[in-house]
């Protein structure tokens, strides 16, 4: 039998509640916790297309720059946040998880810095959640780690570090930039095979066919993304398969509730 839904977070957060929610599948209780960025140029205008009907999309929460936190779903209810989405061999990914909406333009609009009170009030809010749900680090994702290639959120510039130093989700120092072998579109064999496997291994959805195809290249680019953010460019190089085999090396045990 599932554990009870825990109660609602302990973080001041004004209710701005959003009509696109639906029952969690199956009784299932988060075990994810899935960070965005709006993506829009306006906080105010994404808010608003996080609660019309139309848009047929919501989040848990949503973190403007100045860091005042609003809840827009009750965590027991199933936010539309994530779409099309795996990890570690799941697909209902919004059953399965919390999602937090952070205010900023991200790549449309230039990937300007997350302000240090949105960042501060992210970090309380997310350890919160994580605490109480019991989320394993290794589940504290980007919407681009479950969605490679068709999301690009929180984005590169996301001070993922900063948030492990607090307590929340898994991290390791990259591996320096170095030049040396790498592998990229086109490359086939069992070392692509490996490559894959890793990637499978961490949680990533990725088919293991020892071919360097395009999904291939996106689910290298979305692991870049979150913890070799200093290049992304898709390319397997030496510095980002020493990263991801220094975190599966690093990666805690995920108790079993």
Same mark, same amino acid.
């Given at each position: 039998?599932?554990?009870?839904l825990?109660? %609602?977070?302990?973080?001041?957060?004004?209710?701005?509640?959003?009509?696109?929610?639906?029952?969690?599948?199956?009784?299932?209780?988060?075990?994810?916790?899935?960070?965005?960025?709006?993506?829009?140029?306006?906080?105010?205008?994404?808010?608003?297309?996080?609660?019309?009907?139309?848009?047929?999309?919501?989040?848990?929460?949503?973190?403007?720059?100045?860091?005042?936190?609003?809840?827009?779903?009750?965590?027991?209810?199933?936010?539309?946040?994530?779409?099309?989405?795996?990890?570690?061999?799941?697909t209902?990914?919004?059953s399965?998880?919390?999602?937090? %909406?952070?205010?900023?333009?991200?790549?449309?609009?230039?990937?300007?810095?997350?302000?240090d009170?949105?960042?501060?009030?992210?970090?309380?809010?997310?350890?919160?959640?994580?605490?109480?749900?019991?989320?394993?680090?290794?589940?504290?994702?980007?919407?681009?780690?479950?969605a490679?290639?068709?999301?690009?959120?929180?984005?590169?510039?996301?001070?993922?570090?900063?948030?492990?130093?607090?307590?929340?989700?898994?991290?390791?120092?990259?591996?320096?930039?170095?030049?040396?072998?790498?592998?990229s579109?086109?490359?086939?064999?069992?070392?692509?095979?490996?490559?894959?496997?890793?990637?499978?291994?961490?949680?990533?959805?990725?088919?293991?066919?020892?071919?360097?195809?395009?999904?291939?290249?996106?689910v290298?680019?979305?692991?870049?993304?979150?913890?070799?953010?200093?290049?992304?460019?898709?390319?397997?190089?030496?510095?980002?398969?020493?990263?991801?085999?220094?975190?599966?090396?690093?990666?805690?045990?995920?108790?079993?509730?």
């Amino acid at each position: 039998m599932s554990p009870p839904l825990t109660p %609602e977070s302990s973080v001041a957060a004004k209710v701005f509640p959003s009509p696109n929610h639906g029952e969690r599948k199956d009784g299932l209780r988060p075990t994810m916790l899935v960070l965005h960025y709006t993506g829009m140029p306006d906080s105010g205008e994404a808010l608003q297309w996080l609660c019309n009907p139309v848009s047929q999309v919501s989040a848990h929460y949503f973190v403007f720059e100045d860091g005042r936190v609003l809840q827009m779903v009750p965590e027991a209810r199933r936010a539309w946040h994530a779409g099309v989405s795996t990890w570690d061999g799941e697909t209902d990914i919004n059953s399965r998880s919390i999602g937090i %909406e952070i205010a900023n333009p991200g790549h449309p609009g230039g990937l300007p810095p997350f302000p240090d009170a949105q960042i501060e009030s992210v970090i309380a809010l997310t350890r919160d959640i994580v605490t109480r749900w019991r989320i394993p680090a290794v589940r504290v994702l980007g919407h681009s780690d479950v969605a490679p290639g068709r999301k690009l959120d929180p984005g590169e510039t996301f001070p993922w570090e900063s948030l492990h130093r607090a307590g929340v989700g898994h991290w390791v120092p990259p591996a320096p930039m170095r030049d040396g072998r790498f592998f990229s579109r086109g490359d086939q064999g069992m070392p692509i095979e490996a490559l894959q496997a890793m990637l499978a291994m961490y949680g990533y959805g990725l088919r293991i066919n020892g071919t360097f195809d395009e999904d291939t290249e996106k689910v290298v680019a979305a692991f870049q993304r979150h913890f070799r953010p200093e290049r992304v460019d898709g390319v397997a190089d030496a510095s980002t398969i020493t990263t991801l085999r220094n975190l599966i090396a690093a990666r805690p045990p995920i108790a079993t509730a």
